[in-house]
């Protein structure tokens, strides 16, 4: 007897955009993320309606066209206007604040489905009259795709998201002056983000600037830096900004950190692992992806279990081309679920050259003293010409 995975999805909301989707999954050992939502046509649905409906959110699943459609039906009893708008491909991780300030914006109502199967099948199942934005009906049910698919050569992923969001604001606010029932879908054909890798854990965070702290928290991994990291490929420094981080654990004494940084023209990711051996966690090596080239910690990284590691001078991951440094560093692996870290071990040995400075000058004012106080100790009354057997001279005061 077979038994069906258990999910449950939490979604904060900052600015009235996704911030941060946390994903909780209980299913049988058998069942592998990549089979539940990591299919190459299951994408992420937008849903908003003018009118304010309570209708339960699907559970966390792979939703496949025929349960999206059923669930469509339940918001098209009003028979209202359908506006799909449909991405060549999206994602997840495409929904924040940054990408879309205005979507969240409109509508009475709303709902984010993460995974869904073909879903502009189901919405041409459902909604069969199609219609265009020239010739939109003032009454009944009609749908009326909107293709988002007009990407220019000089903009990266995040400019042309932004503009297709103003671009939705407008053509809804539009609609609204033809229609005042208007349900608005915001979809994809295909993922942007493709990962085979199981056992994984995707976090979004928002996007940062270059002096701002990272903070990487992911599964039993917290790590920490002052800033985004500085990278140097042949001397040459590259501008990194932090995308996201995912870990990996296929052995019970193996962990894989995952961080993807990107800039305005390239992707950079790099894998970071480490072991667990005799009650100590080290990190050991790292590598840059794109070049598949090993890179070595300049310092030993190493802490008992249950403690953290931690460098104010950085630390720096490199080989002869590259180097990848973590200024003010701190890192703590095989965590028990923590999002603090527990008591540190330093990079800096105890007695450090301020240290050693402060000992040897006490040391040198230890001695000039000792060498004062047995001087002092060493001074003799001077008697050699004094007669034991004479007469003692007297003197009085009045003489």
Request: include cysteine; charged fraction near 25%.
């Amino acid at each position: 007897m077979s038994h069906p995975a258990k999910f449950r999805i939490s979604i904060l909301w900052k600015n009235s955009v996704v911030s941060k989707l946390r994903i909780h999954i209980s299913a049988p050992p058998s069942t592998s993320l990549n089979q539940l939502i990591l299919g190459k046509d299951v994408v992420p649905v937008y849903v908003w309606s003018t009118s304010q409906e309570d209708i339960s959110t699907p559970a966390l699943k792979q939703l496949d066209t025929q349960d999206f459609a059923d669930h469509l039906n339940q918001r098209l009893e009003s028979k209202p206007l359908v506006l799909a708008f449909t991405e060549e491909n999206l994602s997840v991780e495409d929904f924040n604040d940054v990408q879309f300030p205005k979507l969240q914006s409109l509508g009475k109502s709303s709902e984010f489905i993460p995974a869904v199967q073909s879903p502009m099948k189901a919405l041409k199942k459902v909604a069969s009259n199609q219609s265009s934005l020239e010739d939109i009906p003032t009454r009944g049910s009609a749908l009326v795709v909107i293709k988002l698919d007009d990407a220019r050569p000089d903009e990266d992923r995040g400019q042309l998201l932004k503009r297709h969001d103003s671009r939705i604001n407008e053509i809804y606010k539009e609609a609204l002056k033809v229609r005042n029932d208007v349900l608005a879908v915001y979809t994809s054909h295909y993922k942007s983000w493709m990962e085979p890798e199981v056992h994984r854990v995707r976090r979004l965070l928002q996007e940062q600037n270059k002096d701002s702290p990272l903070t990487i928290n992911v599964g039993p991994i917290l790590l920490y830096a002052s800033s985004v990291p500085t990278f140097k490929i042949n001397n040459d420094d590259i501008p990194l900004e932090f995308v996201v981080a995912t870990y990996d654990k296929s052995k019970d004494n193996v962990l894989s950190l995952n961080m993807n940084f990107k800039n305005a023209s390239s992707k950079h990711n790099f894998k970071v692992v480490f072991n667990n051996v005799a009650g100590y966690w080290s990190l050991d090596n790292a590598s840059y992806v794109e070049s598949k080239q090993e890179l070595k910690p300049d310092k030993s990284i190493v802490a008992p279990v249950g403690f953290s590691y931690h460098c104010t001078a950085g630390i720096s991951l490199k080989n002869d081309d590259i180097e990848l440094t973590f200024e003010n560093f701190q890192v703590q692996a095989f965590m028990n679920n923590g999002t603090k870290f527990s008591d540190a071990y330093n990079c800096e040995m105890f007695f450090t050259a301020p240290i050693w400075s402060g000992l040897f000058v006490m040391a040198i004012l230890a001695i000039i003293m000792i060498w004062g106080l047995v001087m002092i100790m060493d001074i003799r009354t001077m008697d050699q010409f004094d007669d034991p057997k004479g007469k003692t001279i007297t003197i009085n005061a009045a003489e």
